[in-house]
């Protein structure tokens, strides 16, 4: 079940709303946490056993590090707490791929293949796995006070806002709010508002985006024009951008319907003018869990100039892989961990005196040629395609096909895309904001126009949404790598 389907809009978070706000204070942690588990068996099935083997065993790894005062036992308590829980991420997500590689050099070392058929990989286990860290290692640290309840700590690792697709949630961010929270009109509304935004992201311009991308990168790249090469990849950023906005977006709204408040995710990415700045920006939450809980802990830049590069290196390397067992996703890794590690060296400096349209140029062309490692799956294809966009080995004409495809829907929604990427939402709602202000101010009625506008926007947003949902529009689910 995914938050863009029929059948979680007008059946399962109907549903799931009233029987939270019917059972009270003292019964909504386990109503929430009962719905999480339900959303996830109805698309992973006996895999939610899964799931709660996670949240036992990180509840009695909190409880032995709570109880354990030698420095030394506490060690050995998170190094086995983490080590299995890195397990787990890594039997169910890599080992079909460190499989494959061990029977690609088995001739090699006089050895016999491993016959074995392909391991499910369950959706979301990145995202629970590294929430399920997060906990023990805050508790180790004394950063937050162990989880006694078991409901509680399942809830944090269950719940079905973030669940399948982040954003990654940070126990010591949340600890508070699972054992007590605030619920009013205002926080409904807001999150109501925000998820009908990031569906409206998601519905009506990834989906639209992602038809076009996956039409040209299915095509045989030999027949791809420079055009449509990078058209194509234009494409998909504006779909993974726009989806996982999208998705972080509703995440963040059905926070605020449950009484929570998740921290933000994205905060257009495409408008840097650095690489760093673009990881400051983009899935911010995995960003802020690999500084705190990997490069921190490695020395961060407090060794020396050598070691931070090799950090920013080894960081960004794991960053790749835990977005998929892959070849391509360790190269994309590797290629933002490089010119992270080169502006800090020297590039920064340099760029801060160019103009700033040279700055997003040079930001967009790095994230856009990194995108084509992230989308497709062999770098054998991925090499070609940038030898596409660079109009080598490809075909000199446009193909009509492409045409075909490029109708006014097309352009019109790459349009909109292209100016969703600047923060003008934003400006708008601020817009909004002042013009309440004032007329508060001057003891008028407060329900502006521009408000009027904007819930009839939203309105429009939903409709828009669920037509192109009930018409059985291109939906594609890009999680399942992850």
């Avoid at 109907?14 to 706000?21: E, G, K």
């Avoid at 890195?86 to 006089?110: C, I, R, S, T, W």
């Avoid at 095509?219 to 194509?232: D, K, N, Y």
């Avoid at 977006?249 to 408040?261: E, K, N, S, T, V």
């Amino acid at each position: 079940m995914v938050f863009s389907s029929i059948i979680f809009l007008f059946l399962f978070l109907p549903a799931t709303l009233v029987a939270y706000y019917l059972g009270g204070k003292y019964l909504r942690n386990i109503i929430l946490l009962t719905a999480s588990l339900l959303f996830y068996a109805w698309g992973e099935g006996q895999y939610v056993l899964l799931m709660l083997a996670s949240i036992g065993v990180n509840f009695i790894f909190g409880l032995l590090l709570d109880r354990q005062a030698s420095t030394r036992t506490r060690k050995i308590v998170i190094s086995a707490g983490i080590v299995l829980n890195l397990g787990l991420l890594g039997f169910y997500k890599y080992a079909d791929f460190l499989l494959a590689n061990f029977n690609q050099l088995a001739p090699v070392l006089h050895l016999s293949p491993i016959v074995s058929g392909p391991t499910h990989l369950p959706i979301g286990i990145s995202f629970f796995t590294f929430q399920a860290i997060s906990y023990i290692i805050d508790v180790y640290r004394q950063e937050t006070s162990v989880q006694k309840n078991l409901i509680h700590l399942g809830l944090y690792i269950a719940s079905f806002p973030q669940l399948i697709a982040g954003p990654i949630i940070r126990y010591h961010d949340v600890a508070r709010q699972i054992i007590t929270r605030t619920h009013t009109l205002e926080k409904f509304s807001y999150g109501v508002e925000r998820f009908i935004f990031g569906l409206g992201k998601k519905v009506l311009i990834a989906n639209v985006m992602a038809e076009m991308a996956d039409h040209i990168f299915n095509a045989p790249i030999v027949q791809l024009s420079v055009f449509e090469a990078w058209l194509g990849i234009l494409c998909y950023a504006m779909q993974i951008y726009f989806d996982f906005s999208g998705y972080s977006d509703m995440a963040i709204g059905l926070g605020y319907m449950f009484g929570f408040r998740f921290l933000e995710n994205f905060n257009y990415p495409y408008i840097s003018r650095s690489i760093r700045e673009f990881w400051r920006r983009w899935h911010i939450s995995l960003t802020n869990w690999f500084r705190d809980y990997l490069y921190i802990p490695l020395g961060g830049n407090r060794k020396g100039e050598v070691r931070t590069y090799l950090n920013l290196l080894l960081v960004f390397l794991l960053c790749g892989f835990w977005h998929g067992a892959s070849w391509n996703f360790i190269v994309w890794g590797l290629f933002h961990g490089f010119f992270l590690a080169l502006e800090r060296w020297r590039l920064s400096g340099i760029l801060e005196k160019w103009p700033l349209f040279f700055q997003h140029l040079y930001v967009g062309l790095i994230v856009l040629v990194g995108w084509v490692f992230f989308r497709l799956e062999k770098l054998s294809d991925a090499v070609a395609y940038l030898g596409a966009m660079l109009g080598i080995g490809t075909s000199p004409q446009i193909n009509p096909w492409v045409l075909y495809k490029m109708d006014s829907l097309i352009f019109f929604t790459l349009a909109v895309a292209l100016i969703g990427c600047l923060p003008v939402y934003p400006a708008i709602l601020d817009t909004i904001g002042r013009k309440k202000v004032f007329m508060q101010q001057s003891n008028l009625i407060t329900y502006s126009t521009a408000q009027i506008v904007k819930v009839g926007g939203l309105g429009v947003v939903f409709i828009l949404s669920l037509l192109s949902l009930a018409s059985g529009a291109y939906n594609p689910f890009i999680y399942f790598r992850f």
